[in-house]
């Protein structure tokens, strides 16, 4: 028989572990890992839940990179590859390897670039971003414009982005499932991802609303600093 001892040991432990934050993602081995959140899986509250945030990164982003070093455990010469490297190279991936690549690494390269980028504020750029932004898109107002329209025509799932030269110039595109800019040798600044994954739990088939809504977590302060990067030559995923 249990003591009263042990049952109050017992139950202060369930009590423990159920405060314990919801961690879904599986070790894996290989050249790749899975980043943790820059922030609380809340931090982005009420305009995306912390539901959708666990699920999205310990879930969908684990599998990416768990497949990703799957499918690289075939080729040691790729494995030591720079991921933005490899992707920029796709086309001459082994045929066998390519589709992997192209989904899994894409998927990496893709939601390593989301997390950073959100767990803001929301608001507008300011300094050389904004200077950019303005003079590329006509103001901040007509870049949100343009860039959720791109997201709301994107068919089925992918993202739309914002790329960047290394003179600065800006542009706006879109892309299916997890191909990225960096398969066609362009950086990213940001993007969003329109996978309905990334928005269900909240919004069901109104990405429009997600689109909108997305803004208010933006941190302009890490994405101002993806732009110096990228005018530096140094801004890689």
Do not use: C
Request: proline share 5%; charged share 20%.
């Amino acid at each position: 028989m249990l003591s009263r001892r042990h049952f109050l040991t017992g139950a202060a432990l369930l009590a423990a572990s159920a405060a314990i934050p919801r961690v879904f993602a599986q070790a894996s081995s290989g050249p790749f890992k899975l980043d943790p959140l820059p922030y609380a899986p809340s931090k982005n509250e009420p305009h995306i839940d912390t539901r959708t945030m666990e699920l999205h990164h310990g879930k969908h982003h684990a599998s990416y990179v768990n497949n990703l070093n799957a499918a690289l455990s075939q080729n040691g010469e790729l494995a030591r590859m720079p991921l933005h490297e490899m992707l920029a190279k796709i086309a001459e991936v082994p045929e066998s390897l390519r589709t992997a690549i192209r989904n899994n690494g894409g998927g990496h390269a893709n939601h390593t670039m989301f997390w950073q980028i959100m767990g803001g504020s929301g608001g507008e750029p300011s300094g050389e971003l904004k200077s950019a932004i303005d003079r590329d898109f006509g103001g901040f107002q007509r870049f949100q414009a343009d860039f959720n329209t791109a997201g709301e025509k994107q068919f089925g799932s992918g993202w739309v982005f914002v790329t960047v030269k290394q003179d600065g110039k800006l542009g706006i595109t879109s892309k299916p499932n997890q191909d990225t800019p960096l398969m066609d040798g362009h950086m990213v600044l940001m993007g969003n991802d329109v996978w309905e994954h990334a928005y269900y739990l909240d919004y069901q088939n109104r990405r429009s609303d997600y689109l909108k809504a997305w803004w208010n977590v933006l941190d302009w302060n890490r994405i101002g600093e993806r732009y110096a990067a990228a005018k530096a030559g140094t801004l890689a995923l």
